[in-house]
């Protein structure tokens, strides 16, 4: 989850067009909704959003406030219950697995987009090092914008 969630930030920033210090919109979290239709609507994805990314990617855990102070629905990661899920009491739950692989499936089948000019940041090159170094692989990052 930790890293499938920054995969489909980029991925629906880019499909929205959206910079990656922009603050996410709507446009942002009907796509959301769109590639997960269990999640059903804009307000849901919205705390969605915050109870998986924000609450994993800044907290390490699973977020159960937002930053005013609002109750969250619960959030729960589970292997036993299929895809992404919107339980009877409100509460969340997510195959890790299945959403992760999802996710992958959704990036190479567009990863034109994935790889997108909308972020302020481009992906890092793949080169092989020049002759004369060990030989390998080297990435490297730029500071180019798009």
Known sequence: MMIALPLLERYLRQRVNLAVQGPLNAS???????????????????????????????????????????????????HDIPGVTRLADGAFNVHPVHFAEKIIQ????DFATYAGTASASKLPDVTQHPSGLESGTVITSTSAKR
């Open 28 to 78: 942002f979290y009907d796509e959301l909704v769109r590639f997960f239709p269990e999640i059903s609507d804009r307000a849901t994805a919205r705390q969605f959003w915050h109870v998986y990314r924000n609450g994993l990617l800044h907290e390490v855990t699973l977020s159960l406030q937002d930053r005013s102070g609002n109750q969250m629905p619960v959030g729960s990661l589970s």
């Open 106 to 109: 959704i990036i190479e089948n």
